[in-house]
């Protein structure tokens, strides 16, 4: 099954730290971009990232950009996204989305809550 | 960056009759070289993640109802549901792919009315 499973959420203080992973079954994931977007409460979405298929391209929207980083292990299938300096507007579900132009394959999304 | 403003935020259409979502962008998303509008849509409904609907504006994604339409060019865009399903009860996103940062829509929710 082509599939995209997100983990690595939970509850993180203000300036914490967090590293979400997402994990890709059922299609050749080496060959594709990999995008992180997310969904506050309430809200919208919003692209936060992505990577090109050997890691050696990244593109983050300003908000997170020096404190998030994106990054992909291929030989694992999957997908990160480390999270530093946390802010409590970056509370949101976190989710993984195969491409960088549409995003035609969307994990279920896991939730990161800034709080103190 | 590119804003994307949909209008309405909400509509309510009876069962079987049309519905009509916009999608205005701040700036061109048609690439003169290939002629290619890079606009997507999704269909998102709670619970559920995102799912793509229409891509290079009019291009409908494998699987999707061919109720579902896709027009425009430029900075004008239109998603059309011809005949409402209950089970299109969602909040429909257009998403420019034309240049970083990405950007969404606000959203449109449809209801039955």
Known sequence: EVQLVESGGGLVQPGGSLRLSCAASGFTFRDYWMSWARQAPGKGL??????????????????????????????????????????????????CARGHWWLGLWGQGTLVTVSS | DIVMTQSPDSLAVSLGERATINCKSSQSVLYSSNSQNYLAWYQHKPGQPPKLL???????????????????????????????????????????????????????KVEIK
Request: hydrophobic share 30%.
């Open chain 1, 46 to 95: 919003e692209w936060v990232a992505h990577i090109n298929p050997d890691g050696s391209e990244t593109y983050y929207v300003d908000s997170v950009m020096g404190r998030f980083t994106i990054s992909r292990d291929n030989a694992k299938n999957s997908l990160y996204l480390q999270m530093n300096s946390l802010r409590v507007e970056d509370t949101a579900v976190y989710s």
């Open chain 2, 54 to 108: 229409m891509y290079w504006a009019s291009t409908r994604e494998s699987g999707v109802p061919d109720r579902f339409s896709g027009s425009g060019s430029g900075a004008d865009f239109t998603l059309t549901i011809s005949s409402l399903q209950a089970e299109d009860v969602a909040v429909y996103y257009c998403h420019q792919y034309y240049s970083i940062p990405r950007t969404f829509g606000q959203g449109t």
